[in-house]
């Protein structure tokens, strides 16, 4: 048996019994009056759903537990093959992307092994003044030194497959020169050192068919944006290592900044177009799971090692725009359930279809579960045994065995931080813990409304709407309180409503109503105060990491290329030029 078998079947057993196991707490609880359907619906809805809370949990206590390993190895050791570095963009602000590319390019240079990468900018830009300016920085970029001919940039007039589709069209056209290809998103950022040690791990093991890193999220200012910076920095280390333990060689790939091997890409994951229209059919959106499960089931090792370091890349900078991004994945991971049963797959893939359906299924479950339980309240009792005391115990154990579930991992990292010395990175135990214990609120704040967006987003895929490909705003974009009502004033109806029924029709169960209902009714504010960013240089408390105390090498390179072209001067004429030769380019 493998370490990760063993390591599945405890986490399995555990998610299984404490699921179970609350259900028939539950259970108890509100039957005490004889069991009603009711009382079974909820209670089946209480374990389904506190299954997937267990499991959740499993990955960060496991990681709890598994060393942490510093990745050590010589930098300037040349790797053998030849590693292709692709840089897919859609609408994204040039200057930022290609300045990132650079930097990434120097730190290659830096330590003497840029002869065994190349750089390829994959576009699939549509805006026609938006491509004008790639071609510009484009000519800014491999002016670089030891760019020319190592350097390239291709865009695409129809956007056929969307990322997937752009980077099967290289490997389908280019993909043969290479031994590797490092796949990144456009606001990706990589150490050369941790490039370089990836691809020499791709030379020393012929089995390995993909190789995830752990990226951090940097460069965030809001006070959203900064609460997932801090979250992936802390907190996600150990989840990532339990996560690495239970997949084994079986996953996860996460779509961007990890190391693939290019035959074994081209041998196994040529993707499917689904049958049928969008959003069940057509291009498979959340392809990183597939792809993982199809290298997999051609024997490949496809493995995540959250100790290589030098990963990173940013986040949505408020609520709105972080919703976007989920809601493609909701449609993507719903899509999930067409492929569970392809031919010849593992049978931890189809967990990890089924785990990712789970993840948005949960949502509406929960809300149904609400629903359910303040009905029950409403129904009259039976005159020899009124239960509402009994129910209301129940309610109130099942919201302290969620909040447990959802607030121990997140504590123990915590304890653990200060014996293994990580809380000095974060500016001691004292802020950290404040970091903590910020985010542990502002979570809990969002988590209603964040359920009620996601519960949308199934619904609308289940109605058979396609939310499609929108572009993501990776720049700074507080919303006032317009913005942010006319986005979720449905969500402040909804938490007003049923908290004012449930006061009039339920009124012994309002307390336990109102966690959920509260942050609903004030959705507006919480969005558009969570969206501001923070005034003056200095860091604020909440939410310090490591990189802001110490950046890393390629993130102030970037920042040295952004400010040195920044003030290069206005770029308006040439970009017209361009955007004419654009635009007759299309037009022929």
């Known amino acids: 048996m493998t370490r990760a078998f063993l390591t599945r079947s405890v986490a399995l057993g555990a998610a299984a019994v404490l699921s179970l196991l609350g259900g028939y707490v539950f259970l108890g609880f509100a039957s005490t009056g004889g069991i009603s359907p009711l009382d079974v619906l909820r209670t089946a809805l209480v374990v389904l759903s506190g299954f997937w809370l267990v499991w959740g ?122 031994d590797y290809m490092l796949i990144l998103d456009a606001d990706s950022l990589m150490e050369g050192a941790t490039i370089g040690e990836m691809a020499r791990r791709m030379d020393a093991d012929p089995d390995l ?155 509406p479950l929960w809300l149904v579960l609400m629903g359910v339980s303040i009905l029950a309240a409403m129904l009259p009792e039976p005159a020899a045994h009124p239960a509402s005391e009994m129910f209301i115990d129940g309610v109130w154990s099942l919201a302290a065995g969620v909040a447990l579930l959802l607030v121990l991992p997140k504590l123990l990292i915590l304890i653990r931080g200060i014996f293994d010395g990580e809380n000095r990175r974060f500016g001691g135990t004292l802020r950290a813990g404040s970091s903590v214990l910020m985010e542990i609120i502002f979570s809990t704040l969002l988590a209603p409304i964040l359920l009620m967006l996601q519960s949308r987003a199934v619904m609308q895929v289940l109605l058979g709407l396609d939310g499609g490909w929108p572009a993501t705003q990776r720049s700074e974009n507080h919303l006032d309180m317009r913005d942010s009502f006319a986005n979720s004033w449905w969500i402040m109806l909804i938490g007003a409503v049923t908290m004012l029924a449930t006061l009039v029709f339920a009124p012994k169960i309002a307390l336990w109503v109102a966690p959920a209902m509260l942050p609903a009714v004030f959705a507006p504010v919480l969005i558009s105060a969570s969206s501001r960013v923070a005034a003056g240089k200095k860091a604020p408390w909440f939410f310090l990491t490591a990189s802001e105390q110490a950046p890393s090498p390629v993130i102030a390179e970037h920042r040295t290329i952004m400010a040195a072209w920044s003030t290069q001067g206005p770029l308006e004429p040439i970009i017209m030029v361009e955007a004419r030769r654009v635009a007759e380019q299309v037009n022929a």
């Open 57 to 178: 949990g499993a990955a960060g206590i496991i990681g709890l537990f598994v060393r942490h390993r510093a990745s050590s190895f010589d930098a300037q050791q040349l790797p053998r093959g030849l590693t292709a570095i692709l840089v897919p963009i859609y609408n994204e602000d040039p200057l930022v992307t290609f300045a990132r590319v650079a930097a990434m390019n120097r730190s290659l240079r830096t330590l003497g092994i840029q002869e065994r990468f190349h750089i390829a900018i994959l576009s699939d830009t549509t805006a026609l003044e938006v491509a004008a300016m790639e071609a510009v920085w484009f000519q800014q970029l491999v002016a670089e030194p030891e760019s020319a001919g190592r350097i390239f940039y291709r865009r695409r007039e129809q956007n056929i497959g969307k990322k997937a589709g752009n980077i099967e069209d290289f490997v389908t056209s280019s993909g043969g020169a290479y």
């Open 209 to 363: 068919g993909l190789l995830q890193t752990l990226p951090r999220i940097i460069n965030a200012r809001s006070f959203f944006g900064r609460s997932m910076q801090f979250s992936s920095a802390y907190l996600s280390p150990a989840f990532s290592r339990g996560a690495s333990v239970l997949q084994g060689n079986e996953g996860p790939y996460w779509g961007h900044n990890a190391i693939v091997r290019v035959s074994a890409f081209a041998a196994n994951c040529g993707l499917p177009v689904l049958s049928g229209k969008p959003p069940y059919g057509g291009h498979i959106l959340s392809h990183d799971y597939v792809e993982a499960a199809l290298l997999a089931r051609g024997g490949w090792k496809v493995h995540l090692d959250p100790s290589l370091g030098g990963s990173f890349e940013e986040g949505p900078e408020n609520l709105v725009e972080y919703a976007k991004r989920d809601r493609r994945w909701c449609q993507g991971n719903l899509q999930h359930r067409r492929l569970m049963f392809a031919p010849g797959l593992r049978l931890w893939s189809r967990f990890i279809f089924l785990q990712g359906i789970m993840a948005y299924l949960a949502s």
